[in-house]
């Protein structure tokens, strides 16, 4: 997914200092397109917090109302220095990219592309599952490998039942099961799932800091609240997560990784390290896609969507730095 803010912000990405406590993060509405936005629950990145683990970005979206097709209707866009990671609880969303995938997600299933060094894709909702009802998560590459070349990864898990929980994992690892998409830092990313009146105790990794992305349910997270769309964060030390439905079902997404440890500017849908290289980035963007029509250079062309590219927006008229 895009991000289409007319004025993104900038933002500056490095790892903290994580206490136990757990960091109750509010989202943020944002309209992804022209009138008909989809609106999308943003909790990630916040100024307060920009990463758990690698995890650098995160949407969710739905149950949209609308019967019409094409709630979604993500025009070809770019990407750099990450992956997006696709997740659906409801509806069906076709993938194009410039690596000449096409491919469908659907419940249960996730997407992953890794940008590398440059792709660009289009996300569209299919008329014949609706309503639209998912999150779009992005993970930050580290230095060594936000070069690498571009590729496209498919991946049905199989559900796992601990206790009263049932989880699908996604990325990375968790109770013996493991996602077979690529990772290039320590991470991990499922679905979890409890009956109401239930509780678990997942045995994670140490050194992770984790999140849980509460889809439906009012759940407990080591004994604090975390209301439904929020995000609740833990930092590293704990080898248990204590996590409690309610009164209840409880729908979330748990995401978590070792600190990432450098700091990353993100703007638009570009992730890079300086002011100079996403200015450069964004120029090539314009200049190879835009303007040019040439296709044959970093971002390579995206065949079979119905419509123009996203131009980028006008960088600001200050150079991007960090923020406090």
């Given at each position: 997914?895009?991000?289409?803010?007319?004025?993104?912000?900038?933002?500056?990405?490095?790892?903290?200092?994580?206490p136990a406590a757990v960091?109750?993060?509010?989202?943020r509405e944002v309209p992804?397109?022209?009138?008909?936005?989809?609106?999308?629950?943003?909790?990630?990145?916040?100024?307060?917090?920009?990463?758990?683990?690698?995890?650098?970005?995160?949407?969710?979206?739905?149950?949209?109302?609308?019967?019409?097709?094409?709630?979604?209707?993500?025009?070809?866009?770019?990407?750099?220095?990450?992956?997006?990671?696709?997740?659906?609880?409801?509806?069906?969303?076709?993938?194009?990219?410039?690596?000449?995938?096409?491919?469908?997600?659907?419940?249960?299933?996730?997407?992953?592309?890794?940008?590398?060094?440059?792709?660009?894709?289009?996300?569209?909702?299919?008329?014949?599952?609706?309503?639209?009802?998912?999150?779009?998560?992005?993970?930050?590459?580290?230095?060594?490998?936000?070069?690498?070349?571009?590729?496209?990864?498919?991946?049905?898990?199989?559900?796992?039942?601990?206790?009263?929980?049932?989880?699908?994992?996604?990325?990375?690892?968790?109770?013996?099961?493991?996602?077979?998409?690529?990772?290039?830092?320590?991470?991990?990313?499922?679905?979890?799932?409890?009956?109401?009146?239930?509780?678990?105790?997942?045995?994670?990794?140490?050194?992770?800091?984790?999140?849980?992305?509460?889809?439906?349910?009012?759940?407990?997270?080591?004994?604090?609240?975390?209301?439904?769309?929020?995000?609740?964060?833990?930092?590293?030390?704990?080898?248990e997560l204590d996590i409690?439905?309610?009164?209840?079902?409880?729908?979330?997404?748990?995401?978590?990784?070792?600190?990432?440890?450098?700091?990353?500017?993100?703007?638009?849908?570009?992730?890079?390290?300086?002011?100079?290289?996403?200015?450069?980035?964004?120029?090539?963007?314009?200049?190879?896609?835009?303007?040019?029509?040439?296709?044959?250079?970093?971002?390579?062309?995206?065949?079979?969507?119905?419509?123009?590219?996203?131009?980028?927006?006008?960088?600001?008229?200050?150079?991007?730095?960090?923020?406090?």
């Open positions: 997914m895009s991000n289409v803010e007319r004025d993104p912000a900038e933002v500056v990405c490095v790892a903290g200092e994580n960091e109750i993060l509010e989202p992804l397109g022209g009138p008909r936005a989809l609106k999308v629950r943003r909790t990630l990145p916040q100024r307060k917090r920009s990463l758990v683990g690698a995890w650098c970005f995160v949407d969710s979206y739905g149950p949209t109302p609308s019967l019409a097709p094409r709630t979604m209707d993500t025009p070809p866009h770019p990407h750099t220095g990450l992956q997006t990671v696709s997740w659906l609880y409801a509806g069906r969303i076709e993938h194009r990219d410039s690596v000449g995938t096409l491919a469908h997600i659907t419940p249960g299933q996730v997407n992953l592309m890794t940008a590398g060094a440059g792709i660009q894709h289009s996300e569209v909702s299919t008329a014949d599952a609706r309503p639209l009802h998912g999150v779009q998560l992005w993970v930050a590459l580290p230095d060594e490998h936000r070069h690498v070349a571009p590729f496209f990864e498919h991946y049905v898990p199989e559900p796992v039942r601990f206790g009263d929980a049932t989880l699908r994992v996604f990325v990375g690892e968790l109770l013996g099961s493991k996602a077979t998409v690529t990772g290039f830092t320590r991470l991990v990313g499922a679905q979890l799932d409890l009956p109401a009146g239930a509780s678990v105790r997942l045995p994670i990794e140490r050194e992770f800091e984790h999140g849980l992305v509460v889809d439906a349910g009012a759940p407990t997270l080591q004994g604090v609240p975390v209301p439904a769309a929020r995000l609740g964060v833990v930092g590293t030390g704990l080898s409690e439905a309610g009164t209840e079902p409880l729908r979330a997404l748990l995401i978590g990784g070792e600190p990432l440890g450098e700091r990353i500017v993100m703007w638009w849908n570009f992730v890079g390290r300086d002011h100079d290289e996403i200015a450069a980035l964004r120029e090539q963007w314009q200049a190879e896609v835009i303007h040019g029509g040439t296709h044959s250079g970093r971002f390579g062309r995206v065949d079979g969507y119905d419509g123009e590219p996203l131009p980028a927006p006008t960088l600001p008229n200050v150079r991007l730095r960090p923020r406090d």
